[in-house]
Structures are given as C-alpha cells and as structure tokens.
C-alpha cells in the first residue's frame, strides 16, 4: 500500500504580550493557527511564510522549529514553527475574516482541539528539543461536521 501524506505547515505567532495570533476561517465557524499545506516543491519552512502572508498580512521569518506532529491512522505530518512579526499589517482575506491576538486563556472554545494542544505545547515546552508527538481524535472538519447534524 503506497502512502501519500498531506503535509502542514502552521506558525506560532506571539505578540509583545505573548498572547497567541490565531484566524477565523470563513468556511468553518472554527479558529486556528496561520498556516496550511506544502505545496509540491515548497519546503515546510517556505510554505508557513508563504501561508501566514496570505491568510494574515504578516511578513514573517522562522525562528525555530518546535514540533512534528503525526495523525494517527491518518497520513497528516504538520509541522509547527515558531515566527516573528517582520512586517505587514492585519489583512482580511478570502480564507479569514477575523485575525486576533488571544492569551492563553482568552483562546475561543471553537478552536481547532489539535491546535490548541500545540499552542500549549509551545507554552508549556521550556527546552531546546524539538516536540515530536501522535495527536488523537477527530480533525477540527470532523467536529464541524459533526456540530452541524
């Protein structure tokens, strides 16, 4: 059996009061970190810039890797980097129509569950290593759909 994976790329974005940058998608009543799929030819670490500019506004640069996430029974890998704010301004676009800094505890209860393990992972990791973790449960679509029976 040939295995394709899907490969995600997603950014963690702080500002100077460490609150966490997170869009609402306007397909899905849900909130989640910028950031989406490689695209062929495209390296993890371009295709976060790249993702982040166009659902956010931002220029950003990668500061460090911090996790690599796999899906059970899935073929997702995402990958979750750490950025900085270089540049642009908040933009409204055809994937987000609102982007918002939260604290830890202001997160909206419509995040994406998987998203929000790695934003505390971020928060609650303290070394240099980088997390490598199995994520369970149903992807955030999933729960929209389920939601909407």
């Known amino acids: 059996m040939e295995n394709k994976f899907t490969i995600g790329a997603f950014a963690i974005i702080l500002d100077n009061q460490k609150r966490i940058l997170l ?23 371009e295709a976060v810039v790249r993702e982040v500019k166009e659902e956010t506004g931002f220029d950003v640069k990668v500061t460090r890797l911090l996790g690599v996430y796999s899906k059970r029974n899935e073929t997702d890998i995402v990958f979750s980097f750490a950025c900085e704010v270089m540049g642009g301004v908040i933009t409204i676009n055809d994937e987000a129509d609102e982007i918002t800094y939260f604290s830890l505890d202001e997160i909206p209860k419509n995040t994406s569950p998987k998203q929000v393990e790695r934003i505390k992972d971020f928060f609650n990791y303290q070394g240099e290593e980088i997390i490598m973790k199995i994520q369970q449960g149903p992807s955030s679509i999933d729960l929209f759909k389920q939601e909407k029976l």
């Open 23 to 45: 869009c609402h998608r306007r397909d899905h009543d849900f909130w989640n970190l910028p950031g989406g799929r490689v695209e062929y030819n495209e390296a993890p670490w």
